[in-house]
């Protein structure tokens, strides 16, 4: 005991002595910046601390337009902005200091992609409740490492099993639910915010209970891919480019993702049982496994992508006979979904997609929503699709 305190005692002197040689640190406004800041009236306001800076700009998934928001600096170095009030929904923004794009130094709520981070925030309200944390059953979502035979390396997926999974034996019908580009298998689990959406509807008796499979769509790009500009009309080059990649995601899905899910989940066999939907890319990559799987998927949901027009005629020619069985395919297929906002770039090839459809005679369902190529609109498509599916 006696050597003990003496051991005590001379830890916290030395102790004393290192802090007591330690400057103070000396407080900054940056202690107290909150950011963001959702306001009673459903405005918000964006702060970042940054004294040295001589622009600081900040751009949301919720802006249709090219320009930016720009914040002001105060006396104490914060810059900030407030915006117009938003519709309850989760929304995602990046600021952009002295051309430099960054996240939120003070929000945590992150949606990250292949190469870049954005931030995320919540506006309640009633129009949110679809996607929010209910006090309901809450499935899980679980990361699935695989070996894809197809790109020759470990790949990664997001699978949500519903409440009560692992509890009983039960077996249930499968989701295959592809994301856009630029993003990863995470995003429809952040921003997506589909375990919570399939909670929810779980719940309210909305919709059936299923496994839901999100896998990760983004492969390695070409190093000469041409640059592609949304909006513009893509070069040949760019075109072919995109379709070899849909050809390969389609491959990985069919020879590495749908074998991994069978054995590692109990999941019903057969068409009937099984529905696919994307978005944008995402979309792209399951219009290409419907068309040269069509025996494969009983429900397809294609959001914000579908047929440039430029490409028609070889979109025709590639899918000769998928047209031409519009007979078979009503019977197989029980629900084909296109949904775009009507501020999308992609609206016009996703009409192209439609008029190509009922011009073959192969039925389908039309929803034109508001909005543009977003994440707000795509989260509302799942929350509406979902219910329709396995009936």
């Known amino acids: 005991m006696k050597h003990g305190g003496i051991l005590t005692l001379f830890v916290t002197a030395s102790l004393s002595c ?3 040689q330690m400057p103070a640190r000396q407080p900054t406004p940056n202690d107290t910046v909150v950011s963001p800041e959702v306001l009673p009236d459903k405005r918000v306001t964006f702060r970042i601390y940054a004294p040295k800076a001589s622009e600081v700009t900040l751009r949301g998934d919720w802006m249709n337009g ?4 720009k914040l002001e600096k105060d006396d104490k ?3 900030a902005a407030t915006t117009a009030p938003f519709t309850p929904d989760y929304y995602s923004y990046t600021f ?3 051309g ?3 996240i939120d130094p003070k929000n945590a709520m992150i949606k990250q992609g292949v190469n870049s981070l954005d931030n995320m925030f919540l506006v309640p309200g009633a129009e949110a409740a679809f996607e929010e944390n ?3 059953p809450h499935g899980q979502i679980r990361l699935v490492w695989y070996q894809s035979s197809t790109l020759d390396m470990q790949r990664r997926m997001h699978v949500y099993v519903p409440p009560g999974y692992d509890a009983g034996k039960d077996r249930y019908p499968v989701f295959y639910l592809l994301h856009g580009g630029g993003d990863e298998d995470s995003g429809w689990s952040t921003i ?5 959406i399939l909670d929810n509807l779980i719940a309210d008796g909305k919709a059936k209970p299923m496994v839901v499979v999100m896998p990760n769509g983004s492969l390695p790009r070409p190093a000469n891919l041409p640059a592609f500009t949304p909006g513009s009309t893509p070069s040949a080059e760019f075109v072919a480019a995109m379709e070899a990649a849909q050809e390969r995601f389609t491959r990985e899905l069919m020879n590495d993702v749908e074998p991994t899910v069978r054995k590692n989940f109990r999941v019903l066999e057969g068409r009937e049982h099984r529905a696919i939907a994307g978005l944008s890319m995402g979309g792209g990559q399951t219009l290409r496994a419907v068309t040269s799987h069509p025996d494969q998927f009983g429900y397809v949901g294609v959001w914000s992508a579908g047929v440039g027009v430029q490409q028609t005629a070889g979109f025709e020619k590639r899918n000769a006979a998928f047209l031409s069985s519009a007979d078979k395919l009503n019977k197989q297929i029980k629900l084909f979904w296109i949904g775009a906002g009507d501020k999308d770039f992609a609206l016009p090839g996703t009409k192209n997609l439609v ?3 009922n011009r073959n005679g192969i039925k389908n369902q039309v929803t034109i929503s508001g909005g543009g190529h977003t994440w707000i609109n795509w989260r509302r498509y799942l929350n509406d699709f979902a219910p329709l599916l396995f009936r």
Do not use: K, N
């Not at 090219?66 to 928001?69: Q, R, T, V």
């Not at 997506?192 to 919570?196: D, E, S, Y």
């Open 77 to 79: 170095g914060v810059w």
């Open 96 to 98: 952009t200091v002295d």
């Open 355 to 357: 008029e190509l459809l």
């Open 18 to 20: 290192v802090l007591a």
């Open 134 to 136: 209910r006090m309901t």
């Open 192 to 196: 997506g915010r589909a375990g919570f």
């Open 66 to 69: 090219p320009e930016a928001l």
């Open 100 to 102: 430099v794009r960054t």
